[in-house]
């Protein structure tokens, strides 16, 4: 009986998600408001919800507790009582390598019509560069935790770990997904909760000569800044984001992080171009807006929801910021262009756009790939004037 109330409130809870917020913040405010519902009940409907949006827009024919349970086999590594109770055929499959519960699963009725593929759609949409099949493999799996550890911090952070976690020079530690962070280091200060492949931006940052003035144009909450504050501890930084909230947030990290020469300003560049001061940067970021499909492994309940028309409404966006942006590049100065998205008209055709800037040249451009790594796919270019 209790595993039958479990997937009936499972069902509930996607009946009553709409996709119109992050799931996790809208089933803390579902589990707020049903006290009833012990930790281990909201463990076992979180695995099961986030099971179910992985899957993406395949096996859209089953009916929804079919959908469920195929979601938790597929996804999750170990057998559980609730499958054994539904699907004991499941159970006893449930350590095997992904690949061949997938064979197994494709041999089950109810599996016959599951291709890979079809959890992402939208395959004539993706950079040329990204593989599809590892890209859709990679939605059945949670990504990993990382850490980018801060200079100076490098042995003390290590001594706080067991020596077996995995590390990725210089300065990536590779941890389970749940890992409390602040129970063992203080967050910005020691290290810094970065994906791995955002971490990798640093490639593009590191220019032939010691940028003296650095611009975070399309800022966020200033993960970018604080690293690019690490490869060049003496450079003068401006943060602008769209969102004074946003920028409160920067201002509190930057606090920790212990970064002291910087100034910040509103802005929207989708409307405007930027200040003289920003603009004559010799280094300058624009990690734009975009569909941040590259991330959706983490929440995937934006792969079921997604609405591909946002994919040119970013590519407008992100065509009138660099339009506001490129031009005023000063010469010799560099600008490295980023988005979290797997779609060429984000990626690959606004770098095309951006070269056609008179006197800029493109000396780097690479699909960040994530997907085999447990870890975000994105994407960057260089360019100099």
Not at 61 to 72: C, H, I, S, T, Y
Not at 291 to 320: C, H, M, V
Request: with cysteine; hydrophobic share 35%.
């Amino acid at each position: 009986m209790i595993f039958d109330n479990q997937l009936r409130h499972a069902i509930n809870i996607l009946d009553l998600y709409k996709g119109d917020m992050p799931l996790h913040v809208w089933l803390k405010d579902f589990f707020r408001l049903n006290k009833q519902m012990g930790s281990r009940d909201r463990k076992l409907l979180s695995s099961l919800v986030y099971s179910y949006y992985r899957l993406g827009h395949s096996l859209k024919n089953l009916k929804v507790d079919e959908r469920l349970l195929a979601g938790f086999f597929l996804c999750n590594d170990q057998p559980h009582e609730l499958l054994n109770y539904f699907k004991p055929e499941y159970n006893e499959k449930a350590a095997l390598p992904l690949e061949e519960k997938i064979a197994f699963f494709q041999s089950q009725p109810e599996g016959s019509n599951f291709k890979i593929l079809d959890i992402f759609p939208w395959q004539d949409e993706l950079s040329p560069g990204i593989d599809p099949t590892a890209f859709c493999l990679s939605f059945l799996r949670q990504p990993d935790l990382f850490l980018r550890i801060r200079p100076g911090h490098e042995q003390s952070v290590r001594n706080k770990l067991d020596p077996s976690t995995p590390f990725i020079p210089p300065f990536t530690l590779r941890l389970p997904n749940g890992f409390k962070v602040e129970d063992h280091f203080t967050p910005d200060l020691e290290v810094v909760i970065q994906d791995y492949s955002s971490q990798r931006i640093a490639e593009f940052l590191q220019t032939p000569a010691t940028p003296d003035f650095f611009w975070d144009a399309c800022a966020a909450s200033g993960g970018k800044s604080i690293l690019t504050h690490d490869l060049y501890p003496n450079i003068n930084i401006t943060a602008s984001d769209i969102r004074n909230t946003i920028l409160k947030n920067l201002r509190s990290r930057f606090s920790y992080a212990g970064i002291t020469n910087y100034q910040t300003f509103l802005a929207d560049l989708t409307r405007t171009p930027p200040p003289d001061a920003a603009a004559n940067a010799d280094l300058i970021l624009a990690d734009v807006p975009c569909t941040g499909s590259g991330t959706w492994s983490r929440t995937p309940e934006d792969l079921y929801f997604f609405n591909p028309q946002k994919i040119t409404n970013y590519a407008t966006a992100q065509r009138s910021i660099i339009g506001h942006i490129a031009p005023r590049l000063q010469p010799g100065a560099w600008l490295v262009y980023s988005t979290c998205s797997v779609f060429k008209k984000e990626n690959e055709e606004m770098a095309a756009l951006i070269k056609k800037t008179p006197g800029l040249k493109q000396n780097r451009m690479e699909n960040i790939k994530g997907y085999d790594l447990r870890a975000d796919t994105m994407f960057a270019a260089r360019f100099t004037r």
